[in-house]
């Protein structure tokens, strides 16, 4: 079952445009995209993007030639991707409804499979676990996993850059973030853009849950590293450089917002 907050969020119809408004998400996207295409197999791999909202990576991945699937809880995102898919030369992109812990696909049937989003939305580290381990099950040996997780301190950093620490609703949610990682946000509906009921990771925790599922040999990437602290959209090459630079240097992973955790799926036993 979705969490009802979640699933409400989700329901305003925001996440078709979230990424393209100002220049932190920008950021997102273009650094996501770029590890992507260099962390994921060549194309056509197939490729599933649990929680892939309304195919926003799915897209271009598609056009670039994968075959990419998409699952997804909330109905409208479905819709979102199937539109996009009638489109001419769209055939490989496809979207199902489902959820993360109880995938609706065969075992070992992707080369690949992304989850930038779910992991966050999943607030019991039971339910994160089981959803790294039906990713594993549904890569063929020797696939990859490559999963999302918000940093710990990504409020914090956020509510400076955005000058609303002294609002006491968000001084409170940020208090929370610090204490456990529990993400709760009272006024959804009065305030979205303070997101909704999610938990945000220590590095080492999204890693740790996904060896707990099985996977092997996982490498962190911070995605926007510490470029997402400046907002300035004119400077996007220097946003890179930075970002790049120390996209694996654990002792700055915690100062991104996303960071990314990519495992291998575990090859067939010899027998
Ligand atoms: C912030 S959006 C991310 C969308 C897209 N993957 C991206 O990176 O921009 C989080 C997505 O995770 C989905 N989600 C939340 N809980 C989920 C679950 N238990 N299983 C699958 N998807 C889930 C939401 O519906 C939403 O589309």
């Known amino acids: 079952m979705l969490d009802p907050d979640v699933a409400a969020h989700y329901e305003l119809g925001l996440e078709h445009s979230r990424l393209f408004i100002d220049g932190r998400a920008r950021l997102e996207f273009v650094r996501t995209l770029e590890l992507l295409t260099r962390l994921l197999p060549r194309p056509p791999a197939r490729v599933l993007d649990v929680g892939g ?16 699937r998409v699952v997804e809880p909330i109905r409208s995102h479905i819709d979102d991707v199937e539109t996009q898919a009638s ?5 490989g992109l496809s979207a199902v409804l489902g959820d993360a812990r109880d995938l609706p696909e065969n075992s070992d049937s992707y080369d690949a499979v992304l ?35 918000i940093s710990r301190f990504a409020s914090l950093i956020d509510g400076l850059k955005r000058q609303i620490l002294s609002d006491p609703l968000f001084r409170s949610i940020v208090e929370r973030d610090l204490q456990d990682g529990q993400h709760r946000n009272p006024d959804v509906t009065g305030h ?11 590095p ?30 004119d400077d996007l090459d220097n946003q890179l450089f930075a970002a790049r630079a120390v996209e694996q ?8 917002s996303h960071f990314i955790v990519v495992g291998l799926a575990a090859p067939a036993q010899q027998s």
Request: charge should be negative.
């Open 87 to 91: 489109e001419p030369d769209l055939s």
């Open 204 to 233: 080492t925790e999204l890693s740790e849950e996904a060896i707990e599922a099985g996977l092997t040999e996982p490498q962190m990437y911070a995605v926007e590293g510490p470029s997402w602290i400046v907002e300035n959209i």
């Open 249 to 256: 240097e654990p002792s700055l992973m915690a100062a991104t």
């Open 192 to 202: 979205p853009e303070y997101f909704t009921t999610a938990y945000f990771h220590l």
């Open 53 to 68: 909202g309304t195919g926003v990576y799915a897209l271009p991945l598609t056009e670039l030639g994968y075959q990419v």
């Open 115 to 149: 989850m930038l989003g779910p992991l966050y939305h999943l607030t019991e580290r039971v339910d994160r676990v089981q959803a790294f381990r039906e990713a594993a099950r549904v890569t063929r040996p020797g696939g990859v996993v490559i999963a999302a997780g």
